[in-house]
T-cell receptor, first 112, second 116 residues
Framework: GESVGLHLPTLSVQEGDNSIINCAYS??????FIWYKQESGKGPQFIID?????DKRQGQRVTVLLNKTVKHLSLQIAATQPGDSAVYFC???????????FGAGTILRVKS | DAGVIQSPRHEVTEMGQEVTLRCKPI?????LFWYRQTMMRGLELLIY????????DSGMPEDRFSAKMPNASFSTLKIQPSEPRDSAVYFC??????????????FGNGTRLTVT
């Protein structure tokens, strides 16, 4: 029979615009969150992380926002560039143990 | 600086054959993880080690899968016998810190396994 894969949401943005990628996480007890970028043929690459005692953290061109009330995480990319085109994953970790659980991912396409 | 190194990059094998995937974590990292990525199920944790000891293998699909970490700089994931449904990209990752540590995982570039 025909296989059905995960249907990843796609975000298309114009080069130079800002991008916002959203993620709903599953466990209210999760206390550490990470955003990863995965390009074709490569492993997930660490972008930025945030602990649950924070609600915002900024890096170079990226900002992560955490809303624990609604279990929502977002990644903002400023001045999006063609090299930002990739699949982006959020991941959550529970306090106990060392297990990192990944979301399904979002495809970011940057139009020049 | 060397990241996580996996070999081989690609493996094509016939159903029933034994497959061994290899991983060298980042030097100094004491946790090592094996993940599998498929279109159907995304990224799934198979097993992880802390200080060379398997801590959680609840994600290992079945007895055909086994993983070892004989020392701090080497791990293997073995599938015996392999089946077509094992076809996937297998990633190894390492991190600093044990249970409860809040440090990111660093991934290798994966082994793409095709079982025909």
């Amino acid at each position: 029979g025909e296989s059905v894969g995960l249907h990843l949401p796609t975000l298309s943005v114009q080069e130079g615009d800002n991008s916002i990628i959203n993620c709903a996480y599953s466990n209210s007890a999760s206390d550490y969150f990470i955003w990863y970028k995965q390009e074709s043929g490569k492993g997930p690459q660490f972008i930025i992380d945030i602990r649950s005692n924070m609600d915002k953290r900024q890096g170079q061109r990226v900002t992560v926002l955490l809303n624990k009330t609604v279990k929502h995480l977002s990644l903002q990319i400023a001045a999006t560039q063609p090299g930002d085109s990739a699949v982006y994953f959020c991941a959550e970790k529970l306090g106990a143990g060392n297990k990192l659980v990944f979301g399904a991912g979002t495809i970011l396409r940057v139009k020049s | 600086d060397a990241g996580v190194i996996q070999s081989p990059r690609h493996e094509v094998t016939e159903m029933g054959q034994e497959v061994t995937l290899r991983c060298k974590p980042i030097s100094g990292h004491n946790s090592l993880f094996w993940y599998r990525q498929t279109m159907m199920r995304g990224l799934e944790l198979l097993i992880y080690f802390n200080n060379n000891v398997p801590i959680d293998d609840s994600g290992m699909p079945e007895d055909r899968f086994s993983a070892k970490m004989p020392n701090a700089s080497f791990s293997t994931l073995k599938i015996q016998p392999s089946e077509p449904r094992d076809s996937a990209v297998y990633f190894c990752a390492s991190s600093l810190g044990g249970a409860g540590a809040q440090s990111p995982l660093h991934f290798g570039n994966g082994t793409r396994l095709t079982v025909t």
